[in-house]
């Protein structure tokens, strides 16, 4: 399960800024790129940043709807005969995060912008 304590803490004016700062560091494998990727096979992390589109707080959660940037490649079979060139491309998602207060558990959606 993904958790995001320090966002779910953060006063309202720093809730956006701690957001991005506490996604750059999460398990890639919470949030779903894979579904939401339009050209490459594997996602790729490395370079995961984050652009909030809106913040919706209350005393039980923050939502957080947020574009994610991110790499992905076309996985070959690595194999000398492989025509497959494992470029990178630049990927985006628009996803929501439901974060509870005060513990951070996070449930991650797609948004229905997402191709």
Do not use: W
């Amino acid at each position: 399960m993904l958790y995001m304590p320090r966002t779910a803490s953060a006063s309202p004016e720093r809730l956006a800024d701690t957001f991005k700062e506490e996604i750059a560091s999460v398990d890639l494998d919470e949030i779903p790129l894979q579904q939401g990727m339009s050209r490459g096979s594997v996602a790729l992390g490395d370079d995961l940043s984050a652009m909030v589109i809106r913040v919706e707080p209350d005393e039980e959660r923050v939502r957080v709807h947020a574009g994610l940037f991110f790499s992905s490649i076309v996985a070959g079979c690595a194999c000398a005969n492989d025509p497959t060139p494992e470029n990178e491309d630049a990927e985006y998602i628009e996803a929501v995060f439901d974060i509870r207060r005060p513990d951070g558990a996070t449930t991650v959606t797609l948004s229905e912008s997402a191709p």
